[in-house]
C-alpha cells in the first residue's frame, strides 16, 4: 500500500485513518461506513488558500466544488477554513446555508438552472451565478429586476482545451452542454447579451476543463486562453473582466497508475497557472484579475475511504473469484459508470500479503454492480473488514437508494475521534415520501 499521512496500518495489522483504528470504527458506527479524515480536508483547502496568498497577494478566494461531497459538516468545515464554495443546485445551497454559509461566498453553477433554484439562490443573497445559456442569462435578469436588485455574474466559457481524463468528464471542448465556446465566437456574443441586461453585473469569466487532471500544462493553456479573450473583448466592447474562475479538475490518487501528490503538488499546479495568469495580464495591459478556483475531488477525495463487511464469497475455478461486501454501486456507482479503479484491503489484516486477485462485487441485484476488477487481496473470509481507499469525493454524492438500500452513513475522524456527519439511515427513510393512494388501500 501507498502509505500517507492519512492512512497507516497500525501495530495490530489494522487500517488507521486519522489516527482512528478502522477496526474499531467497523464496530462502533457499522458498515457500509464512509470514513473522513478531517485533518486531509483543511489541509487540501489551506495548501490553495496559502498559495493564493503568497503568490498572487491574496487576490483570490478557493471555492469548495462541493459537488465531490455535500453535508452540513463539509460546509462548516469551509466556512472555518474562510474559502467560498461553489453550488451545482438548489439542494447544495441550501445545505450551505443550513450549515451557516455565508452566502456571498457562494457560487452557483449549472448548464440548466431550474427558475426555482434561480428565486431560491437571489432571495438568499447568493455572492454570483455563473451562467450558462442566453434563457439563464433572461430569466435571472427578470427575477432580478423584481426584487430590484443587481445580481453579480460570471460567464461560463469553454476554451476547447482536451484534458487527459475520462472522457466523460472533458467538458471544456467545443462540443460540450457547458460553457460558451471561445473559438466560434459564442463567448463573445454572450457577453453582449449578459452587457446589456440592466440587472445582471458581469465581473468575469469562468471555465472548467474538466476532472482527474494531473497535467500541468492543461491548466496553463486554459488559463492562457481566457485571458486572450478578456483582452480581445476588452480591445472590442471596452469591458475589462474583474474576474478569472479557472474551475476544478487537480487530480488525486487511486491506485499505483496515478502519481501520488504532496500538498506541495498541488501548490505547484496552482503557482503554475497563477503565473500564467501574471504574464498574460502584463502581455496585455490588464489587471491581475480575482482568480477563482474550484477543486473538489482534490480536497475530499483522498480524505475520505469505505469500510464493508465481507459477505458471501464465490470461487468460479479457473475465471473468477467474486468477493461480495454489504455496500455497491448504491454507495459507489464509479466503476458501473466509469470504470473507476480503486485500491482495496482487508482493514483487518492491511499487512498480510496480497495472495490472490479478486473481484469486488456489491449486493444489488444486477451483474454490473461491482466496485473494483482483479485487486490484489488476502485471501479473504466472511467478517473481513474490506476498505476502498479515496471515496471521499463523487462516492457519497453520487449514493442512491437502489434496491433500497441505504445510503451509508460518514463519520468524521479529528484526531483519532469519529463522529457522525451524516446519520445511518433506517427503514422509515426509505418511506418517507412514499404515499399509497387511498384507492390502492386495503
Ligand atoms: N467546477 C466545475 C464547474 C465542475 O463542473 C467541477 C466538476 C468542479 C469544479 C470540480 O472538479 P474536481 O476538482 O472535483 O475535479 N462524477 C465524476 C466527476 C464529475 C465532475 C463534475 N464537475 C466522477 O466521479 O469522477
Known sequence: ???????????????????????????????????????????????????????????????????????????????????????????????????????????????????????????????NIVIDSYREADILNDLAKKRGIKQN????????????????????????????????????????????????????????????????????????????????????????????????????WYTDEDPKLKLSDYADYLKALIGAVKTKAAEHGLNKPYLLIEPGRSIVGEAGITLYTVGAIKDIKGIKKYVAIDGGMFDNPRYALYQSKYTVLLADRAGEECTEKVTIAGKCCESGDIIAVDVPLPEAESGNILAVLTTGAYNYSMASNYNRNFIPAAVLVNDGKAEYIVKPQTYEDLIRNDVIPERLKK
Open 153 to 252: 455574474v460570471l460567464i461560463r466559457t469553454n476554451p476547447g482545451v482536451e484534458a487527459h481524463t475520462h472522457a466523460f468528464v472533458q467538458t471544456a471542448r467545443t462540443d460540450s452542454k457547458f460553457g460558451f465556446s471561445i473559438g466560434d465566437g459564442a463567448a463573445e456574443d454572450i457577453t453582449r447579451h449578459v452587457l446589456s441586461k440592466e440587472n445582471l453585473v458581469l465581473k468575469g469569466y469562468h471555465c472548467h476543463i474538466g476532472s482527474q487532471i494531473f497535467e500541468k500544462q492543461s491548466f496553463i493553456i486554459a488559463a492562457e486562453k481566457v485571458m486572450d479573450f478578456i483582452a480581445s473583448i476588452k480591445q472590442k466592447l471596452g469591458f475589462e473582466a474583474c474576474v478569472l474562475n479557472i474551475g476544478g479538475g487537480f487530480g488525486v
Open 1 to 127: 500500500m501507498n502509505e500517507r499521512e492519512t492512512l497507516k496500518i497500525n501495530r495490530l495489522g489494522h487500517l488507521e485513518i486519522g489516527g482512528a483504528d478502522t477496526v474499531d470504527l467497523a464496530k462502533e458506527f457499522g458498515t457500509p461506513l464512509y470514513v473522513f479524515d478531517e485533518a486531509h480536508i483543511r489541509n487540501m483547502m489551506r495548501v490553495y488558500k496559502t498559495t493564493i496568498e503568497k503568490e498572487y497577494d491574496g487576490n483570490g478566494l478557493v471555492l469548495y466544488a462541493s459537488k465531490a461531497f455535500s453535508c452540513e459538516a463539509v460546509y462548516a468545515i469551509a466556512r472555518e477554513e474562510g474559502i467560498g464554495v461553489d453550488v451545482v443546485s438548489g439542494g447544495e445551497f441550501y445545505t450551505a446555508l443550513k450549515a451557516g454559509f455565508p452566502a456571498d461566498k457562494a457560487y452557483m453553477h449549472g448548464n440548466n438552472k431550474l427558475v426555482r433554484e434561480l428565486e431560491f439562490a437571489l432571495d438568499n443573497g447568493i455572492g
